[in-house]
């Protein structure tokens, strides 16, 4: 079982920047992949970016290649999103996920745990 918690969003002008921590319950927080999603109103839920349980490899989303960094520090079981360059279209609950199994890092059913999600609001 894992429990997770995020914390870091907030109002931010467009061209600003953020960083989201999703802090994890448990010692066996290394043994997960973790992912972060989002949703925006009316929408359906999306990927932005997945980490394996190492940190050695990384995914992202087109729309968030190259302004966003996904990161994770299994010593404090915590997974972190940098989000450079933001833009109004940013704007949404973002979700910190855990999963033990394997398929595709993109989609939402192959994840176990999920965070009750923080919100981001990006103003233009």
């Known amino acids: 079982q894992v429990q997770l918690v995020e914390s870091g969003g907030g109002l931010v002008q467009a061209g600003g920047s953020l960083r989201l921590s999703c802090a994890a319950s448990?010692?066996?927080?290394?043994?997960?992949?973790m992912g972060w999603f989002r949703q925006a109103p009316g929408k359906e839920r999306q990927f932005v970016a997945a980490?394996?349980?190492?940190?050695?490899?990384?995914y992202y989303a087109d729309s968030v290649k190259g302004r966003f960094t996904i990161s994770r520090d299994n010593a404090y079981n915590t997974v972190y999103l940098l989000m450079n360059s933001l833009k109004p279209e940013d704007t949404a609950v973002y979700y910190c996920?855990?999963?033990?199994?394997?398929?595709?890092?993109?989609?939402?059913?192959?994840?176990?745990?999920w965070g009750p999600g923080t919100q981001v609001t990006v103003s233009s």
């Open positions: 996920a855990a999963r033990s199994g394997g398929g595709s890092y993109y989609y939402t059913t192959n994840y176990n745990y």
């Open positions: 448990g010692r066996t927080f290394s043994s997960y992949s």
């Open positions: 980490i394996n349980w190492s940190g050695s490899n990384t």
